[in-house]
């Protein structure tokens, strides 16, 4: 891979890329399946990824004729790394066993490693034959919606698709790696303002948000409404803030420090709680919540907007989703993606019927929103919410940072990338985008 860093560096033709000689192996990130057993009887908090991921070589799969390689420059951490790294809630290998048994090519995924990562930046490097939207050398982003476009109930809202998968969680060949396979249609372009690292934090995290607060096909908001966002400063939090603020609605953010609330003040959400000092306890134990925690909570949103929030952004689940479905208005819309304190939740069902509420499910994103929530970063209308980067062979503890919520934003890795500040093909641009809107949630390594 080094002559194509080489390569990429000294800014060489798409046709110098497409002569570089592809390697027979590539460094990645993998989990083993023999390690899958490794935390058995252990809480969740103490499931350590550090443990379980490894950094190595490994072999470089065929290429489909729908799929390219991809040098990967950066990627990112994204929850479900964490996910995949502590075996929960299921381990990943049973999903590429599954894909094994689709078809040939599908075979190729059903290994005894599973390259994880489902964001990256990076340089297309070769095409297979049935590829024309995408050459060698084009600088692209990759989603992780992984379809399978031969399959017709993929064909309204490809997230519908019977077989609809999230690449390097459902999929091997992942993005935390020097190299990725992916199918062209994972393909975006890279926004030429932003830095490779910058630019691999986005597409996972942005898209999911543009599809639950924006999308029809999940809280599709209007101007003028509000919105309850949880975790405000977090992975999909902190884009689905920038997607209300754009829409012309009002955010209220929940984060849990003082930090945060001024970082949400900074990108311009006025009315922020910060759940740690409310001290709220939604449940009163183990088996039993508390209404008169989930009115206090409702009072504090309505004293901050004078309103009950139109739509509730909710990828908490247990801990909170009582207190969600409670405090939206009347006819209002809780939008979920996720539990991640725990998925059997529990809420009084009459706040929903009697007040018409509706409990939206949303997963991911289909192409054309992730296209649409990437040309958004594109235009700088939607800036990257980057904190840190870690190096590749530190993705362990860049998902420790994950995994026990000391982050803000998004964790960048740098992949083939050797160092950060790399990438930047529209300096001009950049400058009117801002520096100081472009790296607001940038902190000192932790
Ligand atoms: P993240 O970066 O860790 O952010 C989650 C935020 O949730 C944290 O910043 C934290 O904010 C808040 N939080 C954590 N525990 C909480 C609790 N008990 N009560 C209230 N707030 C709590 O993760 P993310 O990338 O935003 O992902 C969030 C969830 O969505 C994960 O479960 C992930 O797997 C899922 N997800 C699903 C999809 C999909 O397509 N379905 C896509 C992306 C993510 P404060 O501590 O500041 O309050």
Same mark, same amino acid.
């Given at each position: 891979?080094?002559?194509?860093?080489?390569?990429?560096?000294?800014?060489?033709?798409?046709? *110098?890329? @497409?002569?570089? +000689?592809? +390697?027979?192996?590539?460094?990645?990130?993998?989990?083993?399946?023999?390690?899958?057993?490794?935390?058995?009887?252990?809480?969740?908090?103490?499931?350590?990824?550090?443990?379980?991921?490894?950094?190595?070589?490994?072999?470089?799969?065929?290429? @489909?004729? *729908?799929?390219?390689?991809?040098?990967?420059?950066?990627?990112?951490?994204?929850?479900?790394?964490? %996910? $995949?790294?502590?075996?929960?809630?299921?381990?990943?290998?049973?999903?590429?066993?599954?894909?094994?048994?689709?078809?040939?090519?599908?075979?190729?995924?059903?290994?005894?490693?599973?390259?994880?990562?489902?964001?990256?930046?990076?340089?297309?490097?070769?095409?297979? +034959?049935?590829?024309?939207?995408?050459?060698?050398?084009?600088?692209?982003?990759? !989603?992780?919606? #992984?379809?399978?476009? =031969?399959?017709?109930?993929?064909?309204?809202?490809?997230?519908?698709?019977?077989?609809?998968?999230?690449?390097? #969680?459902?999929?091997?060949?992942?993005?935390?790696?020097?190299?990725?396979?992916?199918?062209?249609? =994972?393909?975006?372009?890279?926004?030429?303002?932003?830095?490779?690292?910058?630019?691999?934090?986005?597409?996972?995290?942005?898209?999911?948000? #543009?599809?639950?607060?924006?999308?029809?096909?999940?809280?599709?908001?209007?101007?003028?409404?509000?919105?309850?966002? %949880?975790?405000?400063?977090?992975?999909?939090?902190?884009?689905?803030?920038?997607?209300?603020?754009?829409?012309? $609605?009002?955010?209220?953010?929940?984060?849990?420090?003082?930090?945060?609330?001024?970082?949400?003040?900074?990108?311009?959400?006025?009315?922020?709680?910060?759940?740690?000092? =409310?001290?709220?306890?939604? %449940?009163?134990?183990?088996?039993?919540? *508390?209404?008169?925690?989930?009115?206090?909570?409702?009072?504090?949103?309505?004293?901050?907007?004078? =309103?009950?929030?139109?739509?509730?952004?909710? !990828?908490?689940?247990?801990?909170?989703?009582?207190?969600?479905?409670?405090?939206?208005?009347?006819?209002?819309?809780?939008?979920?993606?996720?539990?991640?304190?725990?998925?059997?939740?529990?809420?009084?069902?009459? !706040?929903?019927?009697?007040?018409?509420?509706?409990?939206?499910? $949303?997963?991911?994103?289909?192409?054309?929103?992730? %296209?649409?929530?990437?040309?958004?970063?594109?235009?700088?209308?939607?800036?990257?919410?980057?904190?840190?980067?870690?190096?590749?062979?530190?993705?362990?503890?860049?998902?420790?940072?994950?995994? !026990?919520?000391?982050?803000?934003?998004?964790?960048?890795?740098?992949?083939?990338?050797?160092?950060?500040?790399?990438?930047?093909?529209?300096?001009?641009?950049?400058?009117?985008?801002?520096?100081?809107?472009?790296?607001?949630?940038?902190?000192?390594?932790?």
């Amino acid at each position: 891979m080094k002559d194509f860093l080489e390569a990429i560096e000294a800014g060489a033709s798409g046709d *110098d890329i @497409a002569a570089i +000689p592809v +390697p027979e192996s590539y460094r990645a990130a993998y989990l083993l399946r023999d390690d899958i057993d490794m935390f058995e009887g252990l809480p969740s908090a103490e499931k350590d990824p550090r443990k379980s991921l490894h950094v190595g070589e490994v072999a470089v799969p065929e290429l @489909a004729p *729908d799929e390219v390689y991809v040098a990967v420059m950066a990627s990112s951490i994204n929850f479900n790394t964490v %996910w $995949s790294a502590i075996f929960e809630p299921v381990p990943t290998f049973a999903f590429l066993a599954r894909l094994g048994r689709e078809s040939a090519y599908g075979a190729r995924h059903d290994l005894p490693l599973h390259v994880i990562g489902s964001d990256a930046s990076g340089v297309v490097l070769r095409t297979g +034959p049935g590829v024309h939207n995408f050459h060698p050398g084009d600088k692209v982003v990759i !989603h992780c919606n #992984y379809v399978d476009d =031969q399959d017709p109930s993929a064909h309204e809202d490809s997230m519908n698709a019977s077989n609809q998968r999230i690449w390097g #969680y459902e999929s091997n060949f992942g993005g935390l790696a020097d190299l990725t396979v992916v199918k062209a249609n =994972q393909l975006m372009p890279k926004p030429a303002h932003l830095t490779w690292e910058e630019a691999a934090v986005n597409a996972l995290c942005n898209s999911t948000a #543009y599809r639950m607060i924006v999308s029809h096909n999940g809280a599709g908001m209007t101007q003028d409404q509000s919105v309850l966002i %949880w975790g405000a400063t977090g992975g999909i939090g902190a884009y689905a803030v920038q997607h209300v603020l754009n829409g012309g $609605s009002i955010p209220v953010g929940v984060v849990s420090s003082p930090e945060k609330v001024a970082l949400l003040h900074k990108l311009g959400v006025e009315a922020v709680l910060d759940r740690r000092a =409310q001290a709220y306890k939604f %449940w009163k134990d183990e088996f039993t919540q *508390d209404e008169s925690e989930w009115r206090r909570f409702g009072k504090d949103i309505r004293s901050l907007i004078g =309103q009950d929030p139109d739509i509730v952004f909710e !990828h908490i689940g247990r801990q909170t989703m009582g207190a969600s479905v409670f405090a939206a208005k009347r006819g209002g819309v809780i939008v979920t993606c996720a539990a991640t304190s725990g998925y059997m939740v529990e809420y009084d069902n009459r !706040h929903l019927w009697m007040k018409l509420k509706t409990i939206k499910g $949303s997963h991911f994103a289909n192409y054309r929103e992730a %296209w649409a929530a990437n040309d958004l970063i594109v235009r700088g209308k939607v800036v990257p919410t980057l904190s840190y980067t870690y190096p590749l062979d530190q993705v362990g503890e860049a998902s420790y940072q994950v995994h !026990h919520n000391l982050h803000e934003g998004k964790i960048g890795v740098l992949c083939l990338a050797p160092r950060e500040g790399m990438g930047i093909d529209d300096p001009a641009f950049r400058e009117q985008v801002g520096e100081e809107r472009l790296t607001l949630f940038r902190r000192e390594q932790a």
